[in-house]
T-cell receptor, first 116, second 114 residues
Framework: GAGVSQSPSNKVTEKGKDVELRCDPI?????LYWYRQSLGQGLEFLIY????????KSGLPSDRFSAERTGGSVSTLTIQRTQQEDSAVYLC??????????????FGQGTRLTVV | AQSVTQLDSQVPVFEEAPVELRCNYS??????LFWYVQYPNQGLQLLLK??????LVKGINGFEAEFNKSQTSFHLRKPSVHISDTAEYFC????????????FGGGTRLMVKP
């Protein structure tokens, strides 16, 4: 596709349920990032995939959060046993294989998650 | 580790007036610097970036930013704003040895009034 695509665009779920958020990066981009945008918290890094390397999971806030990237393309962010504090906009970004100088990261429009 | 501080959470300004959105950062390594804009209900769009070279960087929509290493700042400016510039603006840094992993500031909401 022309840009980074995320689905669903909006998700309302009950507290305690699991949710899956999907990201389709730009074709050919090897790097993929997940960020969370919360009111009062700004943009928070969650996880980073680069090619076939082990992902950088240092930003995941708890073990209820996990992500995978299949075939070096589509990524799924899974939140188990959702809590109200998980309510946020989850943003995905991708970029071409990085080198020097740093290249631009392209963002999707996000998934707005509301936990009720 | 890196951190980014955007000193103003909201900046109201009248149309055609100049504006400056402030950004300061801290890092133990050299960084690249970015400004992103987020229009209502849209994703983030790159406005401009500083990688090296001239400290004055020009971006899209008439915005520019100046990198000041001694003050660890990267303030965003526009000499004359339009209603359409109303949006949230994010300053970000990435270490120059860690791909594009961005650390963002808290954002500044620019509100342009007629």
């Amino acid at each position: 596709g022309a840009g980074v695509s995320q689905s669903p665009s909006n998700k309302v779920t009950e507290k305690g349920k699991d949710v899956e958020l999907r990201c389709d990066p730009i074709s050919g981009h090897t790097a993929l990032y997940w960020y969370r945008q919360s009111l009062g918290q700004g943009l928070e890094f969650l996880i980073y995939f680069q090619g076939n390397s082990a992902p950088d999971k240092s930003g995941l806030p708890s073990d209820r959060f996990s992500a995978e990237r299949t075939g070096g393309s589509v990524s799924t962010l899974t939140i188990q046993r959702t809590q109200q504090e998980d309510s946020a906009v989850y943003l995905c970004a991708s970029s071409p294989q990085t080198g020097l100088p740093s290249t631009e990261a392209f963002f999707g429009q996000g998934t707005r998650l509301t936990v009720v | 580790a890196q951190s980014v501080t955007q000193l103003d959470s909201q900046v109201p300004v009248f149309e055609e007036a100049p504006v400056e959105l402030r950004c300061n950062y801290s890092s133990s390594v050299s960084v690249y610097l970015f400004w992103y804009v987020q229009y209502p209900n849209q994703g983030l769009q790159l406005l401009l970036k500083y990688l090296s070279g001239s400290t004055l960087v020009k971006g899209i929509n008439g915005f520019e930013a100046e990198f000041n290493k001694s003050q660890t700042s990267f303030h965003l400016r526009k000499p004359s704003v339009h209603i359409s510039d109303t949006a949230e603006y994010f300053c970000a840094v990435s270490p120059n040895n860690a791909g594009n992993m961005l650390t963002f500031g808290g954002g500044t909401r620019l509100m342009v009034k007629p």
